[in-house]
């Protein structure tokens, strides 16, 4: 293989394929990038066995032919070349790479040993505007679980109902909903628990005018992005009955302004968050007669701190509390300026819905108020 590439294009290339290279595995080959040189293209490769990764790339090939490289070396050797033509040239077991006066030589593995790339069976497949899927999985996936051991919960719910996408998160202390109308897509029953992370990192991609495609497989998500195609995993098993948390109604609605709220919350929320308080509540003290919203949090042997903010506020006065990074959580995926707050009672989940076009909603537990 003998071909000479853009650097920046390389570079970026290799940023975008290195998510899929294995860093733990037994297996070398599953830490190396499959490089294949063919018709003035160059297509990179890279599994850990659970996500695969296929990017292309132009490029003037003199040699056709394929090789593996350790993935991380060669991102950082190329990083750090000259802003010029990359020329490379590899076999099964070298790689040469030349680069505005500089010469690097590495070793290279087998490609016969690369596994090869899935092909899936896809049974339904829509595309939705990439700055509209970046929004989305913003919005919610920052809610997923952490904790390994309920796989279910480090998903999002991705759905389509009748030319709605919904996607939905919860770690069981707080779950993000959002919704967005998707035109012209036809899949019939589309759904799938598709991880988090993986998500996050489609929607880290530069932007365009480009679709993304997310298309089903019996256990796989194949995801299409420009150059790029991405499979991996499906996450089995039941995803939470979340609509039952959703309640029909609430004793109180009160609207906010969100940068007004956010800026109460971090200021009284400081007074909770020394080491010897721990973290400490907020709570939330709605006032209907005086349309206020007071905010309040103390710590023993420290001290306490309120702030009043103004709200239009209707039904019944309510009290509740919650943990302070929640609010702040919740409150900085809404894009609108204001919020709605709505309240059952204080052992009930409070919910926060952006006003106006955006279709997001906010639920989040409460913690017991301190008698």
């Given at each position: 293989m003998k071909l000479s590439i853009n650097k920046t294009e390389l570079q970026n290339a290799l940023s975008v394929v290195l998510k899929g290279a294995s860093s733990r595995s037994t297996l070398s080959i599953l830490s190396g990038?499959?490089?294949?040189?063919?018709?003035?293209?160059?297509?990179?490769?890279?599994?850990?066995?659970?996500?695969?990764?296929?990017?292309?790339?132009?490029?003037?090939?003199?040699e056709e032919g394929?090789?593996?490289?350790?993935?991380?070396?060669?991102?950082?050797?190329?990083?750090?070349?000259?802003?010029?033509?990359?020329?490379?040239?590899?076999?099964?077991?070298?790689?040469?790479?030349?680069?505005?006066?500089?010469?690097?030589?590495?070793k290279a593995l087998n490609p016969d040993d690369f596994p090869g790339f899935p092909h899936v069976d896809v049974t339904q497949r829509i595309e939705v505007p990439f700055a509209q899927f970046s929004t989305m999985v913003r919005r919610v996936a920052r809610f997923v679980s952490r904790d390994a051991s309920r796989a279910i919960l480090t998903?999002?719910?991705?759905?389509?109902e009748g030319g709605v996408l919904k996607m939905v998160a919860t770690d069981s202390y707080r779950l993000a909903i959002t919704e967005a109308n998707v035109p012209g897509s036809t899949a019939e029953d589309f759904q799938a628990v598709i991880s988090g992370s993986f998500l996050q990192e489609i929607a880290a991609l530069p932007k365009s005018d480009e679709p993304v495609s997310?298309?089903?497989?019996?256990?796989?998500?194949?995801?299409?992005?420009?150059?790029?195609?991405?499979?991996?995993?499906?996450?089995?098993?039941?995803?939470?009955?979340?609509?039952?948390?959703?309640?029909?109604?609430?004793?109180?609605?009160?609207?906010?302004?969100?940068?007004?709220?956010?800026?109460?919350?971090?200021r009284v929320s400081i007074i909770g968050q020394t080491p010897s308080s721990g973290a400490s509540p907020v709570q939330l003290d709605v006032n209907v007669a005086s349309q206020t919203l007071q905010l309040s949090a103390a710590a023993q042997d420290?001290?306490?701190?309120?702030?009043?903010?103004?709200?239009?506020?209707?039904?019944?006065?309510?009290?509740?509390?919650?943990?302070?990074?929640?609010?702040?959580?919740?409150?900085?995926?809404?894009?609108?300026?204001?919020?709605?707050f709505d309240v059952q009672s204080s052992m009930n989940p409070g919910i926060f819905t952006a006003v106006g076009d955006e279709n997001y909603l906010y639920l989040v537990m409460p913690v017991r108020i301190p008698s």
């Open positions: 990038v499959l490089l294949e040189a063919a018709d003035d293209t160059l297509t990179l490769q890279t599994t850990d066995l659970e996500l695969s990764i296929q990017y292309a790339v132009p490029a003037l090939v003199e394929r090789a593996v490289l350790p993935a991380k070396l060669f991102s950082d050797m190329v990083k750090n070349l000259s802003d010029a033509a990359v020329h490379l040239s590899a076999d099964e077991e070298t790689a040469d790479i030349a680069c505005d006066g500089a010469s690097i030589n590495i998903g999002v719910l991705v759905t389509l997310l298309a089903l497989a019996e256990n796989q998500i194949v995801v299409t992005y420009r150059q790029t195609v991405f499979v991996n995993r499906r996450i089995e098993g039941n995803f939470p009955n979340y609509k039952q948390l959703l309640p029909n109604g609430h004793a109180l609605r009160a609207t906010v302004d969100v940068d007004r709220l956010t800026a109460a919350v971090k420290v001290g306490s701190a309120q702030e009043t903010i103004p709200c239009t506020a209707e039904g019944e006065d309510a009290r509740i509390a919650f943990n302070y990074s929640y609010v702040l959580e919740g409150l900085s995926a809404v894009e609108t300026d204001q919020v709605n």
